[in-house]
Nanobody
């Protein structure tokens, strides 16, 4: 049974930073791409970014490019989302995702196998 457990969310002022973590268990972490998505109140879930199995390839939504960075530790079975220069419009529940493929360069959810439970990020103005 695959489990994805996010942590690190919270309240931060605009311009601040947060780092989210997602600890995975249940299958060979290093074989799969990982992703981050977010969902704001009243909006659909949207893609934030993805990282391939080795960490050598990342892909970001235009809205976060240059501000957010995804990384991973295969030794720790953990993926991270470093969020800098946060804006109020980044307020959302952030979800970790594990794909069925080793590399994903797409915003689509069709290849997501598993989701985390989500962690709230609130950015105050």
């Amino acid at each position: 049974q695959v489990q994805l457990v996010e942590s690190g969310g919270g309240l931060v002022q605009a311009g601040g930073s947060l780092r989210l973590s997602c600890a995975a268990s249940g299958r060979t972490f290093s074989s799969y791409a990982m992703g981050w998505f977010r969902q704001a109140p009243g909006k659909e879930r949207e893609f934030v970014g993805s990282i391939n199995w080795s960490g050598g390839t990342t892909y970001y939504a235009d809205s976060v490019k240059g501000r957010f960075t995804i990384s991973r530790s295969n030794a720790r079975s953990t993926v991270y989302l470093q969020m800098n220069s946060l804006k109020p419009e980044d307020t959302a529940v952030y979800y970790c995702a594990q794909y069925s493929l080793s590399t994903v360069i797409s915003a689509r959810t069709s290849t997501v196998d598993y989701w985390g439970q989500g962690t709230q990020v609130t950015v105050s103005s």
